[in-house]
């Protein structure tokens, strides 16, 4: 998608109001449904497990499966069971 193009005098078209609504409004829906996921997921998955089910945790966890290979994130055995609310919870 290309931007808006600028006239051979150097100034842009004005801006249409009610398609910067539509498109940010679609933009909103859009992300809205990342966060909800985002907050769903967040409830069981550990914190610290990558999208490749490896373990950026700097610490020790008994879920860290080491590979055996020099600098190389360990592998999470975690079941993503747990349920972390309470740890948020003040």
Same mark, same amino acid.
């Given at each position: 998608?290309?931007?808006?193009q =600028?006239?051979p005098?150097? *100034? !842009?078209p004005?801006i /249409?109001?009610?398609?910067l609504r539509a498109s #940010? /409004?679609?933009?909103?829906e859009?992300f @809205?449904?990342?966060?909800l @996921?985002?907050? =769903?997921?967040? #409830?069981?998955?550990?914190?610290y @497990?990558?999208m490749?089910? !490896?373990? *950026?945790?700097?610490f020790?966890? !008994?879920n860290?499966?080491? *590979?055996g290979? @020099?600098? =190389?994130l360990?592998?999470?055995?975690? /079941?993503d069971k #747990?349920d972390y609310? !309470?740890?948020? =919870?003040t």
């Amino acid at each position: 998608m290309s931007g808006p193009q =600028e006239s051979p005098t150097g *100034t !842009r078209p004005p801006i /249409d109001p009610e398609r910067l609504r539509a498109s #940010l /409004d679609q933009m909103y829906e859009i992300f @809205k449904q990342m966060a909800l @996921k985002a907050d =769903e997921v967040s #409830l069981h998955r550990c914190p610290y @497990k990558n999208m490749h089910g !490896r373990c *950026t945790a700097q610490f020790g966890c !008994r879920n860290q499966r080491r *590979t055996g290979v @020099k600098g =190389e994130l360990a592998i999470c055995a975690g /079941d993503d069971k #747990l349920d972390y609310r !309470r740890a948020w =919870e003040t």
